[in-house]
C-alpha cells in the first residue's frame, strides 16, 4: 500500500470526512430492513481462501462488473466452466428481481418512438442512465451486461445531438441488447438502420438524387474504420465513397417535420444511387436499390480485416491492454468459422491460456470502478444525482462521450481518474453519497471477520503489509475499495 494513499486516507479520517465500519454502526441498524432482501446475498457470503487469485475469482472478475457477497459460492456451486456457459445464455437465468426494479422506467419501453418526444430530454438520459447502472449492479447476467457496456462503446451514439436525445432509448433495447450476445451482423444491420444512428453520423442526409450530389459519407467511414474493418483494415478513401453510394437513401422521420411517426426508417429509392459499385475490390451491380445495404454489410462482416480488429478489440476487453496474438488469432477464426456467432466468439476466447494467465492486470474503468464497489457491498442505490454526478467527474458517465470511437478501455486515458476514485471510496463508506447505502457492519458480519472481508475486496488473501494497513487505517472499507488491488482485475 502506498504512503501517499494511506496517508490520504488517515488525513481524510482526521478531518472527518470518513466513519469507520464502527462508526457506521447506528446508521446501519437503521438501514438493515431496507437492505436485506432479494439480491443482496449476505447469507451465502464466500470469500476467497487462497494467496493468489483462483479460476473462480478470475472468472468473476472478468466475466462480471466484479463479484457479489454470494458470487464465489455460486459459481463454485457450478464449476468456472458451467458458469461461463450459464451467462453465455442469458434468457436462462432468472433476473426476475432486476426487472422489477426496472419497471420504474417507462420511458424505456415506450412504442411508437414518436410518444418519446413526450418527456423532456434530460429525464430520459436519467432513465436510461440509471436503469444500466442498477443492470450493472444488480442483475445477474452479467456476461450480458459486460458485453452491452462494450457494444455501446463499439457503436457509440452521443445522444446530445439532434433527436438522438429522443431516440438512444430505443436503439439501448433494439440494437445493442437485443444483439449483445446474438450474431454480429444482425447487430450491424440493426445499427445502421437505427433511427438515432442515422441520426447521430448524418446516415438520415446521406443522399445523391442526381450525379452532381455527393453522398455523405460520415457513417461510411465510421462503418468502415470503427465498426467492422479498423483504422488499418486495409480499406480507401474510394472504398469510403463507394460504401456512401450504397448506403444513400435511407433516411428516418425527423422531429422538426411533424410528429407523426417521428423515428420511422425508411428507404428512399429517389434518394439512392442505384449505380454500379465497387467496395474492396468486389463489383456491386446496379439496380440492387436497398439491397445494397445488405451486400455492403456482408461484404465487411465477411471481411477478414472485421474478425482481426472485433477479435483485438475483445481480447483488449476480457485479457489485456495490449491484446496478445496468439488470442486474436483463435478469436479471429472462431468469429470467421461461426460466421460471427458472438457466443461463440466469446467461447473460443475464454478458451484461450491467454485468458486464463491475465489475472488481476487490467484496470477498471471508473465505471466499472464504482459498480464493482456497490457490488462487492450488496448496496442498494437509486443510481441517482448524486451517483451520476461521480460518473461525470470521473469522465466516465454512460451515453455522454462525444465523438463515435466511445470511451477507451486502455488504463492509460483513466490514470487521472485516481484521487476522484479515493474521494468516492471515502464519501462512500462514510455512508454520505446520497441515494447509495451499504450495511457495512452487516457486511463484516457476514463475511465472518475482516480477514475474509479483505479476501472478498482483492481477491485473494491480504499480504502482511496490507494487513497491517488495514489495521492502522481505521477505514478498512475505503482503503480496501482504494486499494490498486480492487482498481485492477
Same mark, same amino acid.
Given at each position: 500500500?502506498?504512503?501517499?494513499?494511506?496517508?490520504?486516507?488517515?488525513?481524510?479520517?482526521?478531518?472527518?470526512?470518513?466513519?469507520?465500519?464502527?462508526?457506521?454502526?447506528?446508521?446501519?441498524?437503521?438501514?438493515?430492513?431496507?437492505?436485506?432482501?432479494?439480491?443482496?446475498?449476505?447469507?451465502?457470503?464466500?470469500?476467497?481462501?487462497?494467496?493468489?487469485?483462483?479460476?473462480?475469482?478470475?472468472?468473476?472478475?472478468?466475466?462480471?462488473?466484479?463479484?457479489?457477497?454470494?458470487?464465489?459460492?455460486?459459481?463454485?456451486?457450478?464449476?468456472?466452466?458451467?458458469?461461463?456457459?450459464?451467462?453465455?445464455?442469458?434468457?436462462?437465468?432468472?433476473?426476475?428481481?432486476?426487472?422489477?426494479?426496472?419497471?420504474?422506467?417507462?420511458?424505456?419501453?415506450?412504442?411508437?418512438?414518436?410518444?418519446?418526444?413526450?418527456?423532456?430530454?434530460?429525464?430520459?438520459?436519467?432513465?436510461?442512465?440509471?436503469?444500466?447502472?442498477?443492470?450493472?449492479?444488480?442483475?445477474?447476467?452479467?456476461?450480458?451486461?459486460?458485453?452491452?457496456?462494450?457494444?455501446?462503446?463499439?457503436?457509440?451514439?452521443?445522444?446530445?445531438?439532434?433527436?438522438?436525445?429522443?431516440?438512444?432509448?430505443?436503439?439501448?433495447?433494439?440494437?445493442?441488447?437485443?444483439?449483445?450476445?446474438?450474431?454480429?451482423?444482425?447487430?450491424?444491420?440493426?445499427?445502421?438502420?437505427?433511427?438515432?444512428?442515422?441520426?447521430?453520423?448524418?446516415?438520415?442526409?446521406?443522399?445523391?438524387?442526381?450525379?452532381?450530389?455527393?453522398?455523405?459519407?460520415?457513417?461510411?467511414?465510421?462503418?468502415?474504420?470503427?465498426?467492422?474493418?479498423?483504422?488499418?483494415?486495409?480499406?480507401?478513401?474510394?472504398?469510403?465513397?463507394?460504401?456512401?453510394?450504397?448506403?444513400?437513401?435511407?433516411?428516418?422521420?425527423?422531429?422538426?417535420?411533424?410528429?407523426?411517426?417521428?423515428?420511422?426508417?425508411?428507404?428512399?429509392?429517389?434518394?439512392?444511387?442505384?449505380?454500379?459499385?465497387?467496395?474492396?475490390?468486389?463489383?456491386?451491380?446496379?439496380?440492387?436499390?436497398?439491397? @445494397?445495404?445488405? $451486400? =455492403? +454489410?456482408?461484404?465487411?462482416?465477411?471481411?477478414? &480485416?472485421? *474478425?482481426? !480488429?472485433?477479435? #483485438?478489440?475483445?481480447?483488449?476487453?476480457?485479457?489485456?491492454?495490449?491484446?496478445?496474438?496468439?488470442?486474436?488469432?483463435?478469436?479471429?477464426?472462431?468469429?470467421?468459422?461461426?460466421?460471427?456467432?458472438?457466443?461463440?466468439?466469446?467461447?473460443?476466447?475464454?478458451?484461450?491460456?491467454?485468458?486464463?494467465?491475465?489475472?488481476?492486470?487490467?484496470?477498471?474503468?471508473?465505471?466499472?470502478?464504482?459498480?464493482?464497489?456497490?457490488?462487492?457491498?450488496?448496496?442498494?442505490?437509486?443510481?441517482?444525482?448524486?451517483?451520476?454526478?461521480?460518473?461525470?467527474?470521473?469522465?466516465?458517465?454512460?451515453?455522454?462521450?462525444?465523438?463515435?470511437?466511445?470511451?477507451?478501455?486502455?488504463?492509460?486515458?483513466?490514470?487521472?481518474?485516481?484521487?476522484?476514485?479515493?474521494?468516492?471510496?471515502?464519501?462512500?463508506?462514510?455512508?454520505?453519497?446520497?441515494?447509495?447505502?451499504? @450495511?457495512?457492519? $452487516? =457486511? +463484516?458480519?457476514?463475511?465472518?471477520?475482516?480477514? &475474509?472481508? *479483505?479476501? !472478498?475486496?482483492? #481477491?485473494?488473501?491480504?499480504?502482511?503489509?496490507?494487513?497491517?494497513?488495514?489495521?492502522?487505517?481505521?477505514?478498512?472499507?475505503?482503503?480496501?475499495?482504494?486499494?490498486?488491488?480492487?482498481?485492477?482485475?
Amino acid at each position: 500500500m502506498s504512503t501517499s494513499r494511506r496517508s490520504f486516507l488517515h488525513a481524510a479520517s482526521a478531518g472527518g470526512a470518513l466513519a469507520g465500519v464502527a462508526g457506521f454502526s447506528a446508521l446501519s441498524h437503521f438501514l438493515a430492513p431496507r437492505l436485506a432482501g432479494p439480491g443482496d446475498g449476505l447469507d451465502a457470503f464466500q470469500a476467497p481462501q487462497g494467496d493468489a487469485i483462483s479460476d473462480a475469482t478470475h472468472v468473476l472478475n472478468r466475466l462480471s462488473f466484479g463479484p457479489r457477497p454470494s458470487d464465489h459460492a455460486a459459481l463454485q456451486a457450478l464449476g468456472p466452466q458451467a458458469w461461463i456457459e450459464q451467462q453465455l445464455a442469458p434468457a436462462s437465468i432468472d433476473d426476475a428481481w432486476t426487472d422489477a426494479r426496472l419497471r420504474h422506467f417507462e420511458a424505456l419501453d415506450v412504442w411508437p418512438l414518436g410518444e418519446l418526444l413526450e418527456y423532456n430530454a434530460k429525464e430520459l438520459l436519467d432513465q436510461l442512465t440509471r436503469a444500466k447502472l442498477l443492470r450493472a449492479v444488480h442483475s445477474r447476467r452479467q456476461l450480458l451486461e459486460v458485453m452491452v457496456d462494450f457494444w455501446t462503446d463499439h457503436f457509440n451514439i452521443d445522444p446530445s445531438k439532434g433527436d438522438s436525445k429522443w431516440l438512444k432509448p430505443a436503439d439501448d433495447k433494439r440494437v445493442i441488447r437485443a444483439h449483445a450476445l446474438g450474431r454480429f451482423r444482425d447487430l450491424l444491420k440493426a445499427s445502421a438502420l437505427s433511427p438515432a444512428m442515422l441520426w447521430y453520423l448524418d446516415g438520415r442526409v446521406n443522399r445523391r438524387a442526381n450525379p452532381a450530389e455527393k453522398p455523405n459519407e460520415n457513417y461510411a467511414r465510421e462503418l468502415l474504420e470503427l465498426h467492422t474493418l479498423g483504422v488499418d483494415g486495409g480499406y480507401s478513401q474510394q472504398d469510403v465513397m463507394e460504401a456512401a453510394r450504397c448506403l444513400s437513401g435511407w433516411t428516418v422521420r425527423a422531429r422538426e417535420d411533424s410528429r407523426f411517426a417521428v423515428g420511422r426508417v425508411a428507404f428512399r429509392a429517389d434518394w439512392h444511387d442505384d449505380g454500379p459499385k465497387t467496395v474492396l475490390g468486389v463489383s456491386i451491380p446496379a439496380g440492387l436499390g436497398e439491397g @445494397d445495404l445488405d $451486400r =455492403l +454489410l456482408d461484404l465487411v462482416c465477411q471481411h477478414p &480485416a472485421t *474478425a482481426e !480488429h472485433l477479435a #483485438g478489440k475483445l481480447c483488449r476487453r476480457f485479457i489485456a491492454d495490449e491484446p496478445p496474438r496468439r488470442a486474436v488469432a483463435a478469436v479471429a477464426q472462431a468469429f470467421t468459422d461461426s460466421s460471427g456467432d458472438l457466443r461463440e466468439t466469446l467461447r473460443a476466447l475464454f478458451a484461450t491460456p491467454e485468458f486464463w494467465a491475465a489475472r488481476g492486470s487490467k484496470v477498471k474503468r471508473p465505471f466499472h470502478f464504482v459498480v464493482a464497489a456497490l457490488r462487492a457491498t450488496a448496496a442498494r442505490t437509486d443510481a441517482g444525482p448524486a451517483l451520476q454526478a461521480y460518473l461525470l467527474r470521473l469522465g466516465h458517465a454512460p451515453f455522454q462521450y462525444p465523438s463515435p470511437d466511445g470511451y477507451p478501455e486502455e488504463a492509460t486515458p483513466w490514470m487521472a481518474t485516481l484521487l476522484w476514485r479515493w474521494k468516492f471510496a471515502l464519501e462512500f463508506a462514510a455512508g454520505s453519497l446520497p441515494g447509495t447505502r451499504s @450495511d457495512f457492519e $452487516r =457486511l +463484516l458480519r457476514a463475511a465472518g471477520g475482516s480477514s &475474509a472481508l *479483505a479476501a !472478498h475486496f482483492l #481477491g485473494r488473501q491480504a499480504t502482511p503489509g496490507e494487513t497491517e494497513a488495514l489495521a492502522a487505517s481505521g477505514q478498512s472499507v475505503a482503503l480496501l475499495l482504494a486499494s490498486p488491488a480492487f482498481q485492477t482485475f
